[in-house]
Each structure stands twice: as structure tokens, then as C-alpha cells.
């Protein structure tokens, strides 16, 4: 999916599930099947507390059955070698390894290790170097990102080769709270020495044009959970108060209803639409 993507320059949007929301799911998936594109339903570990990694798995796969086009079910910044390998044992089609916190040649040697074990099964692994902080929990004085150098990068490619990779140019998971600096040069001097897919999370509230030009650049993949998360919530809200004869479903579909068209949105800022 991401290779495709990679040789046509455009990107497939991954979309945070809240550990598996039917509603947000279904959003997704109608939103996919109906601009014609792929899209990767995306997990974190932390939303998964709540229901189980299983149960997001099962509600991902009963919606991925449904639709058309090509849906991967991604686990996103898996913090240990032990729950990559445990989300590709529950047939995760993806998983990522965030060793990013990490120095260099241990978050190569993790890496390493969760390719080996998703390879064996079939499944493609995203790696990240450069740590991005999240907006919402940064300190007083403290920067909202790493950049990270371009021969970190190279070094960090030397070491092992995932199948994918996010690199911190400047981006930062949550609302910019100021127009952040993306370091599209950094992208650039990447692309001289690998053709790997690049990943960029930390899509919400930054510059469209950034992104469109980002996919000239071997972006092959975009994130996007804060939006949807926020948008979902006030479309529920909303939905809540008109629903005047305590019937919840109709409150949940509407809401997913009006979801889908901020989807919809984000796959034609990709131009994944008509990619499937």
C-alpha cells in the first residue's frame, strides 16, 4: 500500500480509532469506500486499555470485510517489542515500533527485532527516529519537537531497514498552539539516499500546502488522530441533544455520519481518493 503510494506521490491517510469506536470505524470505512482509496485504521496502545487491542482488531476487520478497498489495521507507536509481536499474533496487518526515545543503535536493535518476528508473519513494519512530543503534555519552556538530523537518519537506515519510517522534521502530535516549522528540507536530503516510505504524523492544524508538498517529498502516509478525536465528540454532543427519544444508535449514526465528510476531506488532502 505505502510502496504504491510512494511511486504515485500522493499518501494513505492513517486515522486513530479510540481503541476500536465503531462510529469513528465505520466513518473511516464508508469515507474510504466512497473516494476510492485506502486508508489504515490506527491503534494505540493506550486506547486499547479500555476495551482490549482484540476488540479494536475485531470492529477494524468486521469493517474492513464490509468495504471495497484496501484497509490495513495498524498499531501505532508500539512502545515495546512485546506488543508489536503480540498485535501481530491478533493478525494486526501492520504495526509500528516506536524506539524513537531511544539512542540510535537501541532503537535499531528493537527495530530489528520486531521486523524480524512481523516479517515472519507476513506483516510490514513503520519505525520512527526523532521523538515527537505531545502538545498536550509539554512543560513550560520545553521545545514541542525533535528535528532530527539527516545523518541520524542515515545511520539509523544502516542499521535496519523497516519498511516504513517517521522522521521528526518539526511536527508534534495534538493542536499547534503556533504555526509550527516543518523541515521539509530535511524530507528532501532524506529522499537522496533512500526511497523507503516516510510517514508524517502530527498531521492536525498543520498547513495544507506543507502536506501537499510533503507527498512530493516520499511522504507516503499521513496521520491524523487529534482532528478526528475532537471533531467526532462536539458531532456527538450535538447529536445527543437532538435526539429527543433516547435512542442512542440514532444519535451514534448521525454523528459517524457527519465524520465521514471530514474523512472524506482528509483522504483528497492526500489524493489517495481514486487510488484503490
Known amino acids: 500500500m505505502l510502496e504504491k503510494a510512494r511511486k504515485g506521490s500522493y499518501a494513505v491517510p492513517a486515522i486513530n480509532t479510540q481503541g476500536g469506536n465503531y462510529d469513528i470505524i465505520r466513518a473511516i470505512c464508508l469515507a474510504a469506500e466512497e473516494e476510492k482509496s485506502p486508508i489504515i485504521l490506527a491503534h494505540y496502545i493506550s486506547t486499547g486499555a479500555y476495551a482490549g487491542h482484540d476488540w479494536f482488531f475485531e470492529v477494524a476487520k468486521w469493517w474492513a470485510d464490509r468495504v471495497s478497498v484496501p484497509v490495513a489495521i495498524h498499531l501505532d507507536h508500539g512502545d515495546s517489542v512485546e506488543i508489536c509481536n503480540h498485535c501481530v499474533d491478533l493478525k494486526f496487518t501492520s504495526v509500528m515500533y516506536d524506539g524513537s526515545l531511544l539512542p540510535i543503535e537501541e532503537n535499531a536493535e528493537n527495530t530489528n527485532e520486531v521486523i524480524k518476528y512481523a516479517h515472519a508473519h507476513g506483516v510490514p513494519v513503520e519505525a520512527e527516529i526523532g521523538e515527537l512530543l505531545r502538545l498536550d503534555q509539554i512543560k513550560a519552556g520545553q521545545t514541542t519537537t525533535n528535528t532530527v538530523k539527516v545523518e541520524d537518519v542515515r545511520k539509523f537506515l544502516e542499521l535496519c531497514q523497516p519498511d516504513s519510517l517517521a522522521i521528526g522534521i518539526g511536527n508534534a502530535h495534538g493542536y499547534y498552539t503556533a504555526k509550527p516549522n516543518i523541515r521539509l528540507d530535511i524530507l528532501e536530503a532524506v529522499t537522496k539516499f533512500t526511497?523507503?516510505?516516510?510517514?508524517?504524523?502530527?498531521?492536525?492544524?498543520?498547513?495544507?500546502?506543507?502536506?501537499?508538498?510533503?507527498?512530493?517529498?516520499?511522504?507516503?502516509?499521513?496521520?491524523?488522530?487529534?482532528?478526528?478525536r475532537f471533531a467526532y465528540m462536539e458531532y456527538l454532543k450535538a447529536a445527543l441533544e437532538e435526539e429527543k427519544n433516547g435512542r442512542s444508535f440514532i444519535a451514534m449514526q448521525n454523528a459517524s455520519d457527519r465524520l465521514k465528510e471530514d474523512v472524506k476531506d482528509i483522504i483528497r488532502l492526500s489524493e489517495s481518493n481514486g487510488k484503490a
Open 195 to 228: 526511497d523507503i516510505p516516510l510517514v508524517l504524523h502530527g498531521c492536525t492544524g498543520m498547513d495544507h500546502d506543507v502536506i501537499k508538498k510533503s507527498l512530493k517529498l516520499g511522504i507516503s502516509k499521513i496521520n491524523f488522530g487529534t482532528q478526528i
